[in-house]
């Protein structure tokens, strides 16, 4: 406990944009949020209190971090699964624990679990040789999607292979590199969606409305809440799908599933679901909840981290998007004075700007948009998010 407060201490290894949303919570709750972070100028390292720094590999700069610290969470999954186990061991609770996490870690973990429990997966297969990805294409018919087991995000670490000969030197080249492979079928898409789904030590469960995300060169540059016109049916089959893998993976904290809905004229308006990926922490998908839930997804994983029961998930209006701010190109506009010109045309707008140095297409905020007409919500989120990111109107 914080003897200033007596309240917990809650410490979050990383440093970057969902430590910092996080800390902001944690002054509503009244916590003592403290952040590993990697370098001063890291986004929560800008505006936490309590931080301190290290290599979220280095597990002597995780003991030291611990220490102190009633509950240790995560605000990405690149901290090593055998050093949360030693900590564990060593008496740390940490959250989401490792048996949990590395299926957010390692997407072949991820799929051989879920196919065990009967969650809806894609065909997939290990690749461990060339052969192998080119059996699977030749199975189940070429473009098929080659992914990295570890390590990829935003895009990177997904490949899509066009035929034979593609994958024969592809998979040569990552395998020789050391890259953990597997390969899934291409699924006929027709939007991928995403749910969130807290879950306390106690048991105690809370899910999001399911959202639909919206990409562009492996970017979420959107995302709708509710999902606009998903079936009710297929809207609660995602939800309990989320609270179901949550309890039988033994997350605490947050899930994040996030869903491909393909084609199937036997579903709920001739779609389904299947899983894409898994995240442990607060998601992108979920950066909306701040103003369009009544409770935040930062607030939530809070509560679910230290057991508190778990708050309200319910919408705070019909219609919320929330528009991702890519950084653009050098130059042009200061920053301070595209927010006049943006607060003066989108009052209503609400902006989170991350901190970060800008490079294009890289993630440096987020506005959200909260209404009753989903295209003139969407609308006013794209100018506000292309305001900030080039200082001119238009769509995003």
């Known amino acids: 406990m914080d003897s200033r407060t007596g309240l917990p201490v809650v410490g979050m290894v990383g440093g970057g944009q969902l430590a910092r949303m996080t800390h902001q919570a944690a002054i509503a709750l009244g916590q003592s949020l403290r952040v590993l972070a990697l370098t001063p100028d890291d986004g929560a390292a800008l505006v936490a209190a309590d931080v301190q720094y290290g290599d979220h590999t280095d597990l002597a700069a995780l003991r030291t971090f611990a220490k102190g610290c009633d509950v240790v969470t995560f605000d ?17 609770k940490l959250f989401p624990p490792a048996d949990a996490l590395v299926h957010a870690q390692d997407k072949q973990v991820m799929r051989e679990r879920l196919g065990a429990l009967g969650a809806p997966n894609p065909a997939w297969r290990p690749v461990a040789s060339p052969a192998d990805l080119v059996a699977f294409g030749d199975e189940v018919g070429w473009p ?17 292979v066009t035929d034979a000969a593609n994958a024969t030197e592809l998979a040569e080249t990552l395998l020789a590199g050391g890259t953990k492979l597997i390969v899934e079928e291409r699924v006929a898409l027709r939007r991928e969606l995403a749910v969130q789904v807290a879950r306390s030590p ?17 970017i979420c540059v959107e995302v709708l809440a509710p999902a606009p016109g998903l079936p009710e049916e297929l809207a609660v089959s995602a939800q309990q799908l989320a609270i179901d893998l949550a309890t039988a993976l033994g997350v605490v904290g947050l899930l994040a599933v996030e869903l491909f809905e393909v084609a199937d004229p036997a579903g709920p308006g001739g779609s389904r679901i299947v899983v894409n990926e898994l995240a442990m922490r607060p998601h992108n998908s979920g950066h909306w909840t701040i103003e369009g839930a009544r409770t935040s997804q930062f607030e939530q ?21 929330m528009a991702n701010v890519l950084g653009g190109e050098p130059g042009g506009m200061p920053v301070d004075e595209r927010l006049h010109h943006l607060f003066a045309a989108e009052p209503t707008a609400r902006v989170h700007l991350y901190g970060k140095q800008v490079r294009p297409g890289r993630k440096i905020g987020h506005v959200t948009v909260l209404g009753d007409d989903l ?11 292309r305001w900030l990111r080039d200082g001119t109107e238009g769509s995003a």
């Open 301 to 321: 994983h809070l509560r679910a981290v230290l057991d508190y029961p778990m708050g309200d998930t319910s919408l705070t209006a019909p219609v919320v998007v």
């Open 76 to 92: 990405h999954e690149h901290v090593p699964t055998e050093h949360i186990r030693t900590l564990t061991g060593e008496g740390v």
């Open 202 to 218: 106690f048991g105690q469960v809370a899910v999001y409305p399911v959202v639909e995300t919206v990409q562009r060169d492996g």
């Open 375 to 385: 295209d003139e919500v969407r609308g006013r989120a794209a100018r506000a998010a």
């Open 144 to 160: 098929v999607m080659l992914k990295a087991a570890r390590g990829g995000y935003d895009g990177r670490g997904v490949w899509p």
